[in-house]
């Protein structure tokens, strides 16, 4: 597209002319990223059937209210006598909503349900010799109504919410025996229904886990290109165009991976291909099957199918560069939305 002028009126927008495609018109004060709750840094964001959006802050959970830009305390009562630390929420597709805790007073790890308005209706125990990771923690719901929860050092729990029952699984086995917990950090099923479990020492995938699952880890192997970059995984996706072929992995400090689901290989996207930082918290994926990434330096929105990366920072309206682990939603309507240590960025990728 030839062009022929271009000047800035009196409002800062600048008008382009050009050859054969008519006259064009940009206003860079258009700032299509929303931010919001300045100076609040969010970890887990969650929107449940209603519409509403809850962050992680300071231990607990709140509700966003948008209209007048602020957190509304959420889930606050005490507990056996303490106010215990409420790590990870979701709702079931019966409505009710579950919320994995700590009381660190007492070292008791819990699991509560709320009805969808937050009343308290039930406190389930973890079973011995199992609990929720310190920082890291996920729950996910299968297609039969069972919720699985990611607990530490290789154990893996399905909560029956009929029979109120947990079972416990285990690929500890796989795991090295030594070291700091290992935690968490994603829990994803696919378009197959197999269970992907990213955690701080690698990617566990579970097979047949309405049956008796079987796991199988992917880890960093300094002599093996082709295997995972680095062992600490914070979030899974289905390739939009490929899903029975390829699963998107996010590494905390290994970047942006393609797993081959065929062949267990590994195709890895860095700075050296336009990603802004090995340190990738959370994917996203949009409607015209483009993936968003938050990173330590921005936002990348990534092409699937060219390899081809566009980075947003601070300066496009974002609250920060910098972002936070499991802070990241689609909400219903579409809208994206990543949290940060100054607040939450809210955008729709078609603007």
């Not at 062009?3 to 800035?8: A, E, F």
């Not at 297609?143 to 029979?163: Q, S």
């Not at 090295?176 to 994803?188: D, H, N, S, T």
């Not at 939305?337 to 607040?343: R, S, W």
């Amino acid at each position: 597209m030839g062009l022929t002028t271009c000047m800035k009126d009196q409002t800062g927008s600048i008008w382009i002319g050009t050859m054969g495609y008519g006259l064009r018109v940009f206003n860079p004060k258009v700032n299509q990223f929303k931010s919001f709750l300045p100076k609040k840094s969010l970890t887990y964001l969650y929107q449940d059937q209603s519409g509403h959006i809850y962050a992680h802050h300071f231990l607990s959970y709140a509700q966003f209210d948008q209209i007048n830009n602020q957190l509304v305390p959420f889930l606050t009562e005490a507990i056996g006598g303490s106010v215990p630390h409420k790590n990870f929420l979701m709702q079931s597709k019966t409505g009710f909503l579950w919320v994995s805790s700590i009381d660190y007073n007492k070292e008791i790890h819990q699991l509560l349900k709320y009805s969808a308005t937050g009343q308290l209706l039930k406190v389930y125990g973890l079973p011995v010799q199992t609990a929720f990771g310190s920082n890291l923690n996920q729950t996910v719901e299968d297609k039969a109504g069972h919720l699985w929860l990611g607990a530490i050092n290789g154990k893996l729990l399905r909560f029956d919410p009929e029979t109120e029952t947990f079972t416990v699984f285990t690929y500890e086995h796989l795991l090295p025996q030594r070291g700091a917990e290992i935690e968490v950090g994603a829990l994803y099923f696919d378009q197959a229904g197999t269970l992907w479990i990213g955690t701080t020492r690698g990617l566990v995938r579970a097979d047949h886990v309405q049956h008796k699952p079987s796991f199988a880890l992917f880890k960093n192997n300094s002599s093996d290109r082709q295997s995972l970059s680095h062992d600490v995984v914070s979030s899974m996706v289905d390739d939009p165009n490929q899903p029975d072929q390829y699963l998107w992995v996010s590494t905390k400090g290994g970047g942006l991976e393609r797993l081959d689901k065929l062949t267990g290989q590994f195709r890895h996207f860095t700075e050296a291909q336009g990603l802004p930082n090995k340190v990738v918290y959370g994917i996203l994926t949009d409607e015209f099957k483009n993936l968003w990434m938050s990173t330590n330096r921005g936002l990348a929105q990534f092409n699937p199918r060219t390899f081809t990366f566009r980075t947003y920072t601070k300066v496009d309206g974002l609250q920060d560069d910098e972002f936070n682990t499991g802070s990241y939603v689609k909400t219903a309507s579409g809208e994206l939305l990543f949290g940060g240590v100054n607040g939450l960025t809210a955008f729709r990728a078609e603007q």
